[in-house]
């Protein structure tokens, strides 16, 4: 008799998706080049918005850890708005539920995750940092396994943030699924990276609009 499991039962490391979705990091520094090469530049008026979410986060965070419902009005939709993310030919839709399929047939993995899914192309993940106290990379393993369940895409990006920390993902569906991630972006330093988010934020949308 089949039985059903819990994505984040499950799913807890790299390992996991490995023995479970048969899915590797790859190895090939080429794989996922766009967080990095022929990235637009921001406007003036880009960077002013940049400096007011940063100004306004660093007056919020001074009382901790933020939870998730300000994670997303004071940082995420700001980032989405000016990457033009609200605006056509995208679409949002959150919070979403979604089914694993593996190759045990007896076992069957569900979850249901608060995350804004763009275009069915970009998925966004806001990792509570009071709620587990942990790096945001730490929950890549789990937005992987969201982002697996869509396998009618054949390419599909990913962005983690708790906040504090950004981190950015690229998988490839298929025979060979493989995916890859980029550095950690801060937003703690005076000498922050959230321009640089926005940056790839914006050439990830051009990719999408594409697609």
């Known amino acids: 008799m089949a039985f059903t499991a819990a994505v984040t039962d499950k799913i807890k490391t790299f390992k996991d998706l490995q023995d ?3 899915l590797n990091k790859t190895n090939d520094i080429n794989f996922f080049t766009e967080w990095v090469e022929d990235l637009p530049d921001l ?3 880009e960077k002013t918005e940049i400096a007011s979410i940063k100004e306004i986060y660093d007056y919020h965070r ?17 980032l989405l708005r000016l990457a033009g993310f ?12 979604v089914e694993l399929e593996i190759d045990d047939p007896e076992e069957t993995i569900r979850g249901f995750i608060d995350a804004l899914v763009i275009k069915d192309h970009l998925w966004v993940l ?16 789990q937005l992987i396994a969201y982002m697996v369940s869509q396998p009618h895409q ?11 920390e950004f981190i950015f993902i690229k998988l490839e569906t298929g025979e060979n699924a493989k995916y890859d991630y980029s550095t950690t972006f801060s937003l703690l330093p005076s000498r922050h990276e959230l321009g640089r988010v926005l940056q790839i934020l914006k050439k990830l949308g051009t990719i ?3 697609s």
């Not at 609200?86 to 539920?97: E, N």
């Open 43 to 45: 406007t003036d008026d």
């Open 86 to 97: 609200f605006k056509p030919p995208y679409k949002i839709r959150s919070p979403y539920g």
């Open 62 to 78: 001074l009382d901790g850890f933020l939870l998730e419902g300000a994670i997303n009005l004071l940082i995420v939709s700001p």
């Open 126 to 141: 806001v990792v509570e940092g009071k709620r587990n106290g942990i790096p945001v990379a730490a929950a890549l393993p």
């Open 208 to 210: 999408i609009a594409l």
């Open 20 to 22: 479970r979705c048969n």
């Open 154 to 164: 054949r390419i599909i990006y990913g962005l983690a943030t708790n906040g504090d």
